[in-house]
């Protein structure tokens, strides 16, 4: 009897919308489609919370799942099959039925300084007083008023092309933006300063992209660890660990650094209060194979320093609509 095999598998990839989005996911089929020829990859886009709501600040509206949560109803529903994320707007607690297959290597996952032209040839330690920032991210909004008090902080939103408009419009004299996001929409000649982390600690997860499916499907789990970068992962998990022991229900200034060198991780964890009064910051190292562990105790070594009462107060201002 001649048996008769299974045509090969289609498989279906979610994505926002939006130019970056698009950008990112159409990599990563691109890297499935290379190493695995026999298999259909397929792109469906879908619009998020986040997409839809322009006209309110990030941190008002809370950030838990804004930019996820329609595309994992979609693997929950079997409408697609895994999702792609800057793993910076995944959340640290997915829901039941989901996991985080694999993190692809990362871009640099600093913040970076876009300038209007008027100021160009200036970086942020030489901007004059007064000047008008855009940044929608409270992390960066706290680091920067620490540093910086005498500039004024204005939010934007939008997608990256929406904010640049702004920005060569006049509505601000600079935006922080993260230089992966440009770099990976070939706009990286509008980068005027790479800001060193000693000023601003990176989002948990920036410059990587996670790649979230259901948790039972061990065949396509297996097929995207093909494309994961194991260094990136060890750094993000840290980062994740850390972020999911302090983190509340809204967004937090909380900044990263790790680095990996001979196994060894080395995480550098901040929270700061929004006002940039208040401001907590350690490092430590451990076994790079140790990731999760580290990440949950630079956390606690924090909230004994005092991250705890900041994240209270902020939790509060924001039960309060402030």
């Known amino acids: 009897m001649t048996s008769v095999s299974s045509p090969p598998r289609t498989i279906r990839i979610g994505s926002r919308k939006s130019q970056l989005a698009l950008v990112q996911t159409y990599w990563v089929q691109a890297q499935l489609q290379k190493s695995f020829p026999d298999i259909t990859f397929e792109v469906h886009t879908m619009s998020t919370q986040g997409d839809k709501i322009l006209d309110v600040a990030l941190a008002k509206i809370g950030d838990k799942g804004l930019f996820t949560k329609e595309l994992e109803v979609g693997m929950l529903n079997q409408e697609i099959d895994f999702a792609v994320h800057s793993l910076k707007d995944l959340p640290t607690n997915l829901p039941a039925g989901l996991t985080l297959a694999a993190i692809t290597e990362r871009e640099n996952p600093a913040d970076a300084l876009v300038l209007h032209e008027k100021h160009k040839g200036l970086q942020i330690d030489t901007l004059p007083a007064g000047v008008v920032i855009g940044t929608s991210s409270l992390r960066r909004l706290a680091q920067l008023r620490h540093h910086f008090p005498h500039f004024n902080f204005k939010d934007v939103r939008g997608n990256l092309i929406t904010r640049m408009a702004k920005l060569d419009a006049g509505e601000y004299d600079a935006l922080i933006l993260a230089v992966a996001g440009l770099e990976r929409l070939e706009m990286s000649s509008r980068i005027h300063q790479v800001i060193p982390k000693e000023i601003s600690l990176h989002a948990v997860g920036q410059g990587a992209l996670g790649i979230e499916c259901r948790a039972d499907d061990t065949e396509l789990i297996n097929l995207l660890k093909a494309i994961e970068h194991p260094q990136t992962r060890d750094r993000c998990l840290a980062e994740r660990s850390f972020l999911r022991i302090l983190e509340g229900g809204c967004q937090v200034p909380i900044g ?37 562990a580290i990440g949950a105790e630079l956390a606690n070594i924090l909230r004994q320093q005092g991250a705890t009462e900041i994240l209270e107060q902020i939790f509060t201002e924001v039960q309060r609509g402030s």
Do not use: H, R
Request: proline fraction near 0%; hydrophobic fraction near 40%.
């Open 256 to 292: 990263v650094n790790t680095e990996i060198v001979d196994d060894e991780l080395t995480l550098t964890g901040l929270v700061a209060s929004v006002d940039g009064q208040k401001l907590v910051k350690d490092t430590i190292t451990g076994a790079a194979n140790n990731a999760e």
